[in-house]
C-alpha cells in the first residue's frame, strides 16, 4: 500500500478530497461557497503545502484511497507546548470502498512521523465516534478539560 506526502502536483487531488470530506461529514455547500472556499485552498496549498501543511496520501492501483492533512501552527512556546509548534490533524477520509484495509492507519502514521521531524509538541484532532477507536490505537487520548479554561470562541465571518 504506497504511502506518500503530497507535492504540488497534487493540489487538484487535495481541493477534492477537502470537498469529499466534506460531503462525507453532509456538510452542505453553495456554489458561492465552494467557490470561495476552493480558491483559499489552492492558494494556501500552493504557499504552505510541505511547509506548514503536510497531506499523506494513500493510492491502489493508481486511485487515490485515503488522503490526511495536518497543519502546523507555531506560537509562543509555553509548558504546554515547549517547541511552540502545534500539529492539527484534519480532512482523515478513506474512499468507502477501501476502507478497514489500515489506510487511514498509514497515512495517519506518516503523518506523525513527519510531526515528529517538524518537531510539533503534540497533535490535536477532533474526532467523530467512527474514527475514535483508529485515533486510540495510534496513541490519541481524549483531552480533560481544565478547571480554570473554558473553550471559547468568537466567529468574525
Request: net charge negative; hydrophobic share 40%; aromatic share 12%.
Amino acid at each position: 500500500m504506497p504511502i506518500r506526502m503530497a507535492s504540488l502536483n497534487d493540489i487538484d487531488t487535495l481541493v477534492k478530497a477537502r470537498f469529499d470530506y466534506f460531503a462525507a461529514e453532509n456538510w452542505q455547500v453553495s456554489l458561492e461557497q465552494r467557490e470561495a472556499i476552493e480558491t483559499n485552498l489552492r492558494e494556501y496549498y500552493s504557499k504552505y503545502l510541505n511547509t506548514g501543511f503536510f497531506a499523506t496520501l494513500a493510492e491502489e492501483d493508481g486511485e487515490i484511497t485515503s488522503v490526511a492533512f495536518l497543519a502546523i501552527s507555531t506560537r509562543p512556546a509555553n509548558l504546554s507546548f515547549p517547541t511552540g509548534k502545534i500539529g492539527t490533524i484534519l480532512n482523515v477520509l478513506t474512499y468507502p470502498e477501501y476502507r478497514k484495509r489500515g489506510y487511514a492507519t498509514s497515512t495517519m502514521g506518516a503523518l506523525i512521523f513527519e510531526a515528529r521531524n517538524q518537531n510539533v509538541s503534540y497533535i490535536e484532532l477532533l474526532s467523530s465516534e467512527s474514527g475514535k477507536s483508529l485515533y486510540q490505537k495510534l496513541g490519541f487520548v481524549e483531552s480533560v478539560k481544565s478547571e480554570h479554561f473554558i473553550d471559547m470562541k468568537l466567529s468574525l465571518l
